[in-house]
Every structure is written in structure tokens, then in C-alpha cells.
């Protein structure tokens, strides 16, 4: 039985990302910078610092993932891969759900390790809801992943790509961000309720994810 | 058409003299902010500036994606359409941001807070810049597909702009139209709101018809380059 091209691309993505883990690495070598740096900044024996957790935390998978993200299609770019790709019967949203998927799942591969270290750097006690976070985190990091997918194929034949992706991808970025910051923060200090927060994640989620499906083709093919 | 358009800018500048007597002399101060609450006459007229010229960015955007294959020359156009409502729309969002802190100052006594109707319309600022950016960095003809897209998503953050008044708490005042009850503002005030929405629409128009003449006589001047040193390499 012939698989769907979305899972042919998904297993190639995570294929040569089992064989080489550069991405994994980078990024969880640079969160954990992240972290640790925010951790010297701001004094961890403070109790105020705990309203701040949640943000620390954003922010630090948000830089990892940027950071990432520059390489997403550098792969593709070598010996033409990427005009090859272009030929295949393959539609261009599996392609791109493929490499959606392969990210999330480093992402959060990453996230799940740098937990630990969250706890132990930053004494980290959640008042609220602890399960809540299973639902943010990963609305929040498919957010930030499916539009950096997009915007690094967008600016992949650009000059100084690696500095325009963060440049477009962050203002694009920042409700998102805010609605996790905002709902991680709550949940953390258990002062408020997250609700709201987390459906906007949702409604924001669902809104970039159909606008890039729809116009990824549209990218990948640009020539004129 | 260059007498159309002094005739268009003397219009302008007429309409845009009334507005500021009517907004400064003969509308009635605001009963509890006193003289301050004038400066809002500028500040939504630049919001109602912001929302026309990002639109049109929107649909030159769509229009250029549209056509590119099938009709390149009316593309062109309406990609230099949306370049150059995306720069104005710019300029009328910094004057509204501006004189919102003005504002902001003299109310809430302070320049800036991180509600959601300021951040959002902060993040609509920054992405439209992002957008000017990337017209800049990307090169070759693909520049214009790839900001095209760029648009559309820069668009998209629009209504949440608007909808993030009623979504969140929100230190900003209801809206003008659409608030609901107990919003909005008094009907003696409604003729320096209306003269100088115009005024300010005209005077975005005029200078949109300018930059763009500017804007599609580069492109075209490109187009030429392109296709003449083409023709020295056949």
C-alpha cells in the first residue's frame, strides 16, 4: 500500500534528523544557554522572579526555535532539492505539513528534556493547574513552528535569510507569543485564569496553520 | 492629470483648514477630559487612514498574486498599489500611535501601557515595517510574489487588532462605531470627527497617487533593464 505523501516527507524529515541530530542538539544546547543565562540575569533565590517563569521559558524555546529554524530548508537547498521536490507528484502542503510536523516533534522533544532543568534552575513550584501546560506549550510551539516553517521558505532565496526570518517571523509571532506568555504565567502562579488565553492560542493556531496551507504553494513556486 | 492633482491637493488643503477650525474652535470640549480630548480628532482620523491603506495593500497584494501569470502588466500595477499604500498605512499608523501617547499622557498619565488594543496595533506597525524590509532584502522579480504573502499575513493580524478590544480587558476606550451602547462620542462633536477623516483620506490619497507614479515608473525602469540586458545576452 503506498503511503501518504505527508508521512513519506514526515520519515525522511525524521530520518536524516536521527541520523545527524544537528537540529535537536543546536537547539536544546541553545535553550538550555537560554535558560541558564536568564537564570545568572535574574537572581533564582528571588521570590518575585516566579511571575517570570513563564515568560523565561517562552522566550528561551522561542530563541531555540528561530535559531533552528534558519537551517529548516538549507538541507533542501543543496544539489537542488528543493526544485526536484517542486517536480514530484508530492502536493506542496505535504511537503510542507511533513516539515511542520518534523519540527514540532524536535521542538517538543526539546521542551520535554529542558523541563527538568527549568525546575531545577529556577526552583520552579506550580501553584496552578500543572496539566494546563500540556495544552499551551504545545499550541504555542505549533504556532511558532508553523509559521517559521513557512517564513523560512519564504525567505530562503532572499539575501541575509538568516537575519530576515527572525525579522519577519517575530512580529508575526508576537500574539502568540503574548497568549502563551500570558497563559503559562497564570497557570505557574495560579493567580488567574488561563482560559481565554488558551482558546486565543487555539483560534490563532487555527487561523496561521489555514493561511499557510493555502498559500505555502504559492511560496515554494514563486519565481516572478 | 498633473492639474487634477493641484486641484485635489488645494481641496485637500482646504478641507483639511476646516477640519482643524471646526476640531479646535466649534466643537464643544469634552465634559470630563477638557481640551486634550482634541487631539483625538487627528488620532482616529489616522486609525480610519490606517485601515483604508491597509486594505488596499490587501487587495493590490491579492490583485498582484492574482494576475502575475495571466496579466503582468495590471500585476505590476497593483503590486506598486500595495507597496505604496503599505508606506502610507505606515505613516498613518506612527501618527496614530504618537498621537495616542500624547494622549495617553495627558489622561492616563502615561505614554504607553502594554494593553491589548496598544500592543496589537504596535504588532500591526512592526509587521507592516517587516513587510517594507522584506521588499528590500529579497531580490529579483519573486520579491513581489514572496511580499504579496507577506501581506495577506500581515492582513490577517487586522481583525484580531479589532477583535482584541472585546476578546481582552482593555484599558483603551470603547470604539467609535460598532462599541455598543455607552460608547462613541457625543453628535455635537461629529463634524470635526467627519471634516477631518476626509481631510486626512485626501491628503493620504494625494500622496499615494505621487509615490505610486514614482513607484511604477522604477518597475517599469526595471523591467526595461531586465529585458534589454536580456536581449544583449541573446
New interface residues.
Given amino acids: 500500500m503506498k503511503r501518504p505523501y505527508v508521512l513519506v516527507h514526515l520519515a525522511k524529515d525524521l530520518r536524516i534528523e536521527w541520523r545527524s541530530k544537528d537540529a535537536a542538539n543546536a537547539m536544546l544546547f541553545f535553550a538550555l544557554l537560554v535558560v541558564a543565562i536568564f537564570s545568572l540575569a535574574f537572581d533564582p533565590t528571588d521570590p518575585g522572579l516566579h511571575k517570570f517563569t513563564g515568560a523565561i521559558l517562552c522566550v528561551a524555546i522561542m530563541f531555540a526555535a528561530v535559531s533552528s529554524l534558519n537551517q529548516v530548508w538549507a538541507r533542501e537547498l543543496q544539489n537542488q532539492v528543493l526544485d526536484a521536490q517542486r517536480m514530484t507528484n508530492a502536493g506542496a502542503n505535504d511537503l510542507f505539513i511533513g516539515k511542520v510536523l518534523a519540527n514540532f516533534l524536535f521542538l517538543t522533544i526539546v521542551e520535554i528534556i529542558l523541563a527538568p532543568f527549568f525546575v531545577i534552575f529556577y526552583n520552579l513550584r506550580v501553584v496552578g493547574n500543572a496539566w494546563t501546560l500540556a495544552v499551551i506549550i504545545p499550541l504555542g510551539t505549533w504556532a511558532l513552528v508553523v509559521n517559521g516553517v513557512f517564513f523560512a521558505a519564504?525567505?530562503i532565496?532572499?539575501?541575509?535569510r538568516e537575519?530576515?526570518l527572525p525579522?519577519?517571523l517575530?512580529?508575526?509571532f508576537?500574539?502568540a507569543l503574548?497568549a502563551m506568555v500570558v497563559s503559562t504565567s497564570a497557570v505557574i502562579t495560579g493567580a488567574s485564569d488561563p482560559g481565554?488565553w488558551i482558546k486565543?492560542l487555539a483560534v490563532?493556531d487555527i487561523?496561521?496553520t489555514t493561511?499557510c496551507l493555502l498559500?505555502f504553494d504559492?511560496?515554494l513556486h514563486?519565481?516572478? | 492629470m498633473k492639474n487634477l492633482r493641484w486641484l485635489w491637493l488645494l481641496v485637500t488643503l482646504g478641507v483639511l483648514a476646516e477640519g482643524f477650525r471646526v476640531a479646535m474652535f466649534v466643537v464643544p470640549p469634552d465634559a470630563a477630559q477638557g481640551d486634550v480630548q482634541r487631539i483625538f480628532y487627528y488620532h482616529f482620523a489616522s486609525w480610519c487612514g490606517m485601515g483604508l491603506f491597509y486594505l488596499i495593500n490587501l487587495l493590490g497584494s491579492v490583485a498582484y498574486l492574482a494576475w502575475r501569470n495571466s496579466k503582468p502588466a495590471t500585476a505590476l500595477k497593483a503590486d506598486s498599489l500595495a507597496v505604496t499604500s503599505a508606506e502610507i498605512g505606515v505613516v498613518f499608523c506612527t501618527v496614530g500611535l504618537v498621537t495616542g501617547s500624547l494622549w495617553g499622557r495627558a489622561v492616563w498619565g502615561i505614554w504607553w501601557t502594554w494593553d491589548p488594543r496598544l500592543t496589537s496595533t504596535f504588532v500591526l506597525w512592526l509587521i507592516y515595517i517587516a513587510y517594507l524590509l522584506l521588499r528590500r532584502l529579497a531580490a529579483g522579480p519573486q520579491m513581489r510574489t514572496l511580499a504579496a504573502v507577506m501581506a495577506i499575513f500581515g492582513y490577517v493580524d487586522v481583525p484580531i487588532v479589532y477583535m482584541s478590544t472585546r476578546w481582552w480587558r482593555t484599558q483603551h476606550p470603547q470604539p467609535v462605531f460598532f462599541g455598543g451602547p455607552n460608547s462613541g462620542i457625543a453628535s455635537s462633536m461629529m463634524p470635526a470627527v467627519w471634516w477631518n477623516m476626509a481631510g486626512w483620506m485626501m491628503w493620504g490619497i494625494w500622496v499615494a497617487s505621487l509615490r505610486y507614479q514614482s513607484i511604477h515608473n522604477e518597475q517599469l525602469a526595471e523591467e526595461e533593464d531586465t529585458r534589454q540586458s536580456l536581449e544583449t545576452a541573446l
Fill in positions: 519564504l525567505s532565496r532572499t539575501r541575509s537575519l530576515l525579522l519577519i517575530l512580529p508575526i508576537i500574539p503574548l481565554i486565543m490563532y487561523i496561521f493561511v498559500l504559492t511560496v514563486a519565481e516572478g
